[in-house]
């Protein structure tokens, strides 16, 4: 259909043979070779990860839309428990999305006025900023402005600089707002990226996991009029109804993700697809891509066939 | 206010020198540094560059709301006086958006069942995705995952290997949509990036300018529930009333908008500040800044001085 096939760049090829992958700023001419779609459409079982039931949080908007976030216990487990004790305490019931700035961030929780206690959390969390950078990190063959190296780790964008690893600030990842003081975030207001990559907040706030399902429905808000693009008062916040732990929904209730394993051959494979888009789309393929353009591929799954 | 401050890295400092750019994935620890909002509140008018009205299309939909756009005739002459015939031409008077796929494109134009002419374009122009590298590009000494050289040339983000220079999809960029064939795009259709820099269309697409005004008029659509987030039908396409050049409307209905010369010793303090956040908040700054996190500062006057 006439400019409908346009910016796809998942035409369908057969994969005969891996591309190389490709210096920066050349170009690949090693031919046919499968989209980024065709290596998950053939990436076994095995290769794909189900997000665990208690990683995973609903969060229910008054307009009835659904968004699904993973954490990140791995990589920031003190702010983690804090998330989910925050969640079933129901600290979050009743909150609302109050802040929109357009190409940056979308955050929620209980506005600056709103004093209800949250309950049974460590209020001062050590800042979980940074970490060993761990011994599953499979770093990219990719230049990357800010860091030494990026890549991933259990699936994860994750940065070093050989000393040290940190989470990427990528698109739909979450990190918890904070005061100006470093250690003033607990996880009672939450934000996630909605715009290019701002890689700069990167080891300046704690990064606790990624929204996996209903992104579409933070991003597509009307912007906050004032000033970091907040919402001027209650008439313009959406209010979040409930939040819940997936683990605490009854089985048949539970939603169920699963995220390609970085770990896997699957998963190299994706990551070179994507840096070699092929298919009669494209002229010029990158040879190159970035990490936050080369996020873990997840899908939905009918129901929890049990956790990694 | 308590968590009001966070996320915007623009606290106010004096400028007491200018800190060195320190190498990706280091820390600055050269002191106080100015905000990037400070450098621009501190340049000086010469370093402003009036965009010209010649080159400034105002785009008005159905719910009053206007978006502008720069043309880039410098870098895709013939695709931007297609353009320009069309808005001239009335062509997307009455066209809509038609596309709005999350995390990467928003399109408009007239849908592929709407046989309108197209009157006085050049229907096959040449594909303009590469032009030689302009004499007043200026360089970022920051990596880049995609070009051995990524900067600024007349204030627009440009990457080169050397031999070939081209236009970089950083938000908000403007590319001429076609088909499969690298050489059916005239114009007629145009996509504006809304999420992560999709670096791997560059040299694949014509990038003809960007959106530098109400751009979040265009972010925050209902996402198209059809393939590449096209809406199903005419019923969820947002109407375009009518799209008209700056230059044809009367002076003093005419939006005005400068744009920093990135040839300016201001251009380059702001590069500074944005690669080494200083402030408060700040515990690392990053040391670098990625291209499409430091495009040409914009700013909206009340008329036009005159043209650059």
């Not at 995973?56 to 990140?72: C, E, F, P, S």
């Not at 429905?217 to 109804?241: A, C, H, N, W």
């Not at 699957?266 to 494209?282: D, I, Y």
Request: some cysteine.
């Amino acid at each position: 259909m006439f400019k409908r096939l346009l910016l796809t760049g998942t035409a369908a090829l057969f994969l005969i043979g891996a591309a190389p992958i490709t210096q920066q700023g050349s170009t690949t001419q090693s031919g046919v070779l499968a989209s980024p779609q065709e290596v998950l459409d053939a990436a076994p079982a095995s290769a794909w990860m189900t997000v665990p039931a208690e990683d995973l949080v609903v969060m229910t908007l008054a307009d009835g839309r659904k968004i699904d976030y993973q954490l990140a216990p791995d990589f920031a487990p003190v702010h983690v428990a804090n998330i989910r004790q925050l969640v079933r305490s129901g600290y979050f019931d009743g909150a609302a999305i109050l802040r929109v700035q357009d190409a940056y961030v979308v955050q929620w929780g209980r506005p600056d006025e709103d004093k209800t206690e949250a309950r049974g959390i460590n209020a001062t969390p050590p800042a979980e900023y940074e970490f060993t950078p761990p011994a599953r990190f499979k770093p990219l063959p990719f230049r990357d402005a800010y860091a030494e190296q990026v890549g991933h780790a259990k699936s994860w964008p994750v940065a070093s600089d050989g000393h040290s690893a940190w989470l990427i600030h990528c698109y739909g990842m979450i990190g918890v707002a904070r005061d100006v003081a470093p250690d003033t975030g607990s996880g009672t207001q939450l934000y996630t990226v909605i715009g290019h990559a701002p890689r700069h907040l990167d080891r300046n706030l704690a990064v606790v996991g990624r929204v996996i399902g209903g992104m579409e429905f933070l991003t597509d808000r009307p912007r906050g009029t004032e000033d970091l693009g907040f919402y001027k008062d209650d008439s313009q916040r959406i209010k979040i109804v409930s939040t819940q732990m997936a683990s605490d929904l009854p089985a048949d209730a539970r939603p169920a993700f699963q995220v390609l394993d970085s770990d896997s051959p699957a998963f190299a494979a994706w990551v070179q697809a994507r840096a070699n888009r092929s298919g009669a789309f494209f002229v010029k393929p990158a040879g190159a891509v970035d990490i936050c353009n080369a996020q873990a591929p997840l899908r939905a799954v009918q129901s929890a066939p049990g956790t990694n």
